[in-house]
Protein backbone atom coordinates (compact mmCIF):
# COMPACT_ATOMS: atom_id res chain seq x y z
CA UNK A 1 0.00 0.00 0.00
CA UNK A 2 1.63 3.41 -1.31
CA UNK A 3 1.88 5.78 1.44
CA UNK A 4 0.66 9.28 0.56
CA UNK A 5 3.00 12.26 2.05
CA UNK A 6 1.40 15.11 3.89
CA UNK A 7 1.26 17.95 2.15
CA UNK A 8 3.28 19.87 5.07
CA UNK A 9 6.40 17.46 4.29
CA UNK A 10 6.15 18.00 0.48
CA UNK A 11 6.12 21.69 1.22
CA UNK A 12 9.14 21.19 3.67
CA UNK A 13 10.56 19.20 1.17
CA UNK A 14 10.69 21.51 -1.53
CA UNK A 15 11.25 24.76 0.47
CA UNK A 16 14.75 22.71 1.54
CA UNK A 17 15.39 21.60 -2.18
CA UNK A 18 15.07 25.40 -3.28
CA UNK A 19 17.19 26.64 -0.50
CA UNK A 20 20.21 24.25 -1.33
CA UNK A 21 20.38 26.27 -4.60
CA UNK A 22 19.37 29.69 -3.96
CA UNK A 23 19.17 31.30 0.19
CA UNK A 24 15.32 32.07 -0.16
CA UNK A 25 14.14 31.38 3.38
CA UNK A 26 17.47 33.49 4.54
CA UNK A 27 17.01 36.16 2.30
CA UNK A 28 12.97 36.48 3.72
CA UNK A 29 14.76 36.60 7.00
CA UNK A 30 16.57 39.43 6.51
CA UNK A 31 13.98 41.40 4.97
CA UNK A 32 11.12 40.28 7.51
CA UNK A 33 12.95 39.96 11.14
CA UNK A 34 15.21 43.11 11.28
CA UNK A 35 14.84 45.19 14.01
CA UNK A 36 13.94 48.40 13.27
CA UNK A 37 15.36 51.47 15.59
CA UNK A 38 12.99 52.96 18.30
CA UNK A 39 13.63 56.67 16.42
CA UNK A 40 12.14 55.17 12.66
CA UNK A 41 8.56 54.23 14.66
CA UNK A 42 7.60 58.24 13.62
CA UNK A 43 5.46 58.57 11.25
CA UNK A 44 7.74 60.62 8.54
CA UNK A 45 10.12 57.29 8.71
CA UNK A 46 6.90 55.68 6.76
CA UNK A 47 6.96 57.87 3.55
CA UNK A 48 10.03 55.60 2.12
CA UNK A 49 7.35 52.73 2.39
CA UNK A 50 4.18 54.43 0.86
CA UNK A 51 6.46 54.88 -2.31
CA UNK A 52 7.14 51.31 -2.69
CA UNK A 53 4.33 50.90 -2.60
CA UNK A 54 2.88 53.59 -4.25
CA UNK A 55 5.17 52.08 -6.97
CA UNK A 56 3.88 48.67 -7.21
CA UNK A 57 0.10 49.90 -7.23
CA UNK A 58 1.60 51.67 -10.33
CA UNK A 59 3.26 48.63 -11.76
CA UNK A 60 1.01 46.29 -11.65
CA UNK A 61 -1.88 48.43 -12.46
CA UNK A 62 -0.25 49.99 -15.68
CA UNK A 63 0.22 45.85 -16.79
CA UNK A 64 -3.38 45.62 -16.81
CA UNK A 65 -3.67 48.66 -18.61
CA UNK A 66 -1.46 47.43 -21.05
CA UNK A 67 -3.36 44.40 -22.08
CA UNK A 68 -6.37 46.34 -23.53
CA UNK A 69 -4.03 49.68 -24.69
CA UNK A 70 -3.34 49.86 -28.63
CA UNK A 71 -0.37 52.47 -28.94
CA UNK A 72 -0.93 53.57 -31.94
CA UNK A 73 -1.67 57.12 -32.83
CA UNK A 74 -2.99 56.70 -36.87
CA UNK A 75 -6.52 57.82 -37.77
CA UNK A 76 -8.83 59.78 -36.38
CA UNK A 77 -9.96 58.90 -34.12
CA UNK A 78 -6.64 56.55 -33.50
CA UNK A 79 -6.58 53.57 -31.67
CA UNK A 80 -5.09 54.79 -28.63
CA UNK A 81 -7.56 57.14 -28.55
CA UNK A 82 -10.51 54.30 -28.73
CA UNK A 83 -8.61 51.49 -26.49
CA UNK A 84 -8.81 54.21 -23.41
CA UNK A 85 -12.45 54.28 -23.87
CA UNK A 86 -12.88 50.81 -24.45
CA UNK A 87 -10.96 50.61 -20.94
CA UNK A 88 -13.48 52.73 -19.29
CA UNK A 89 -16.47 52.09 -20.81
CA UNK A 90 -16.06 47.70 -21.58
CA UNK A 91 -13.69 46.27 -19.56
CA UNK A 92 -14.38 44.79 -16.00
CA UNK A 93 -13.26 47.57 -13.49
CA UNK A 94 -11.20 49.11 -16.26
CA UNK A 95 -12.50 52.54 -15.07
CA UNK A 96 -11.22 51.90 -11.80
CA UNK A 97 -7.85 50.07 -12.34
CA UNK A 98 -7.18 53.22 -14.65
CA UNK A 99 -8.06 55.78 -11.91
CA UNK A 100 -6.35 53.68 -9.25
CA UNK A 101 -3.11 54.07 -12.15
CA UNK A 102 -3.59 57.96 -12.45
CA UNK A 103 -4.41 59.10 -8.97
CA UNK A 104 -1.35 56.87 -7.83
CA UNK A 105 1.17 58.38 -10.14
CA UNK A 106 -0.01 61.88 -8.31
CA UNK A 107 -0.08 60.84 -5.15
CA UNK A 108 3.64 59.02 -6.11
CA UNK A 109 4.93 62.54 -6.71
CA UNK A 110 4.09 64.08 -3.68
CA UNK A 111 5.54 61.23 -1.48
CA UNK A 112 8.47 60.80 -3.08
CA UNK A 113 8.87 64.89 -2.23
CA UNK A 114 7.78 64.43 1.34
CA UNK A 115 10.31 61.72 1.29
CA UNK A 116 13.13 63.38 0.20
CA UNK A 117 12.93 66.16 2.49
CA UNK A 118 12.67 63.65 5.36
CA UNK A 119 15.88 62.53 4.26
CA UNK A 120 17.14 65.66 4.18
CA UNK A 121 15.68 67.03 7.11
CA UNK A 122 16.94 64.48 9.14
CA UNK A 123 20.70 64.77 7.97
CA UNK A 124 20.68 61.17 6.31
CA UNK A 125 21.75 62.53 3.42
CA UNK A 126 25.40 63.11 4.04
CA UNK A 127 27.99 60.13 4.40
CA UNK A 128 27.90 57.21 4.21
CA UNK A 129 24.75 57.39 2.42
CA UNK A 130 25.38 60.41 -0.16
CA UNK A 131 25.30 57.34 -2.98
CA UNK A 132 22.04 56.67 -1.96
CA UNK A 133 20.63 60.12 -1.89
CA UNK A 134 21.98 59.70 -5.45
CA UNK A 135 20.28 57.14 -6.39
CA UNK A 136 17.35 58.45 -4.77
CA UNK A 137 17.36 61.92 -6.70
CA UNK A 138 17.64 59.63 -10.28
CA UNK A 139 14.58 58.05 -9.08
CA UNK A 140 12.74 61.34 -8.84
CA UNK A 141 13.94 62.00 -12.04
CA UNK A 142 12.73 58.47 -13.61
CA UNK A 143 9.17 58.78 -11.88
CA UNK A 144 8.98 62.03 -13.15
CA UNK A 145 9.95 61.33 -16.62
CA UNK A 146 7.06 58.55 -16.05
CA UNK A 147 4.30 61.10 -15.22
CA UNK A 148 5.13 62.64 -18.32
CA UNK A 149 5.17 60.30 -20.92
CA UNK A 150 2.37 58.68 -19.45
CA UNK A 151 0.40 61.49 -20.30
CA UNK A 152 -0.09 61.31 -23.88
CA UNK A 153 -1.05 58.16 -24.32
CA UNK A 154 -4.38 58.66 -23.85
CA UNK A 155 -3.80 60.56 -27.09
CA UNK A 156 -6.97 62.80 -26.65
CA UNK A 157 -6.79 66.92 -27.51
CA UNK A 158 -5.31 67.80 -23.70
CA UNK A 159 -2.43 65.17 -24.17
CA UNK A 160 -1.31 65.81 -27.88
CA UNK A 161 -0.96 69.67 -27.45
CA UNK A 162 0.29 69.43 -23.90
CA UNK A 163 3.30 67.06 -24.67
CA UNK A 164 3.65 69.35 -28.04
CA UNK A 165 4.76 72.25 -25.93
CA UNK A 166 6.60 70.04 -23.87
CA UNK A 167 8.87 68.93 -27.00
CA UNK A 168 9.47 72.82 -27.63
CA UNK A 169 10.39 73.61 -24.46
CA UNK A 170 13.04 70.71 -24.47
CA UNK A 171 14.03 71.18 -27.72
CA UNK A 172 14.82 74.95 -27.27
CA UNK A 173 18.05 73.93 -25.09
CA UNK A 174 20.80 75.38 -25.77
CA UNK A 175 23.30 72.94 -28.28
CA UNK A 176 21.96 69.98 -27.32
CA UNK A 177 17.90 71.39 -28.10
CA UNK A 178 17.78 69.74 -32.12
CA UNK A 179 19.03 66.19 -30.29
CA UNK A 180 16.47 66.55 -27.71
CA UNK A 181 13.46 67.73 -29.65
CA UNK A 182 14.05 64.83 -32.22
CA UNK A 183 14.53 61.91 -29.89
CA UNK A 184 11.52 63.31 -27.88
CA UNK A 185 9.09 63.50 -31.27
CA UNK A 186 10.12 60.58 -32.48
CA UNK A 187 10.40 62.04 -36.34
CA UNK A 188 10.32 65.15 -37.93
CA UNK A 189 6.88 66.47 -36.20
CA UNK A 190 4.43 65.07 -33.25
CA UNK A 191 2.48 62.26 -34.24
CA UNK A 192 1.86 58.38 -34.38
CA UNK A 193 6.06 58.05 -33.76
CA UNK A 194 5.71 60.53 -30.93
CA UNK A 195 3.50 58.03 -29.18
CA UNK A 196 5.29 54.92 -29.93
CA UNK A 197 8.43 56.25 -28.54
CA UNK A 198 6.62 57.39 -25.57
CA UNK A 199 5.08 54.27 -24.66
CA UNK A 200 8.23 52.17 -25.12
CA UNK A 201 9.72 55.09 -22.47
CA UNK A 202 7.11 54.09 -20.55
CA UNK A 203 6.24 50.58 -20.26
CA UNK A 204 9.51 49.51 -21.06
CA UNK A 205 12.64 51.34 -20.00
CA UNK A 206 11.58 53.53 -17.45
CA UNK A 207 9.81 51.01 -15.12
CA UNK A 208 12.52 48.51 -15.73
CA UNK A 209 14.94 51.54 -14.59
CA UNK A 210 12.64 52.04 -11.63
CA UNK A 211 12.95 48.53 -10.25
CA UNK A 212 16.62 48.40 -10.60
CA UNK A 213 17.00 51.91 -8.62
CA UNK A 214 15.16 50.41 -5.99
CA UNK A 215 16.86 46.95 -5.56
CA UNK A 216 20.16 49.19 -5.49
CA UNK A 217 18.22 51.85 -3.07
CA UNK A 218 17.43 48.84 -1.19
CA UNK A 219 21.09 46.93 -0.89
CA UNK A 220 22.21 50.73 0.52
CA UNK A 221 19.62 50.72 3.09
CA UNK A 222 20.15 47.21 4.03
CA UNK A 223 24.25 47.89 4.17
CA UNK A 224 24.31 51.13 6.29
CA UNK A 225 21.23 50.95 8.43
CA UNK A 226 18.74 53.69 8.76
CA UNK A 227 20.12 57.32 9.77
CA UNK A 228 19.28 59.13 13.31
CA UNK A 229 17.95 62.01 12.46
CA UNK A 230 20.08 64.89 13.90
Known amino acids: MAII ?7 VAVVDWFDDRFPFTRAVDEALYQRVPNFANAFYYCFGGMVFILIVFQLVTGMFLAFYYVPDG ?3 PAPAY ?4 FIMSDVYLGWLIRGVHFWAAQLLIIMVLLH ?3 VYWTGSYRAPRELNWMVGSIMLLSILLLALTGYLLPWDTKAFWATEVTIKIGGSASLIGGFIKEFLQGGPALGAGTLQRWFALH ?3 LPALI ?3 MFVHFRLIRAHGISEPL
Do not use: W
Open 211 to 213: VLL
Open 74 to 76: AGN
Open 116 to 118: MAR
Open 203 to 205: VFL
Open 5 to 11: PHPRDIQ
Open 82 to 85: ESVK
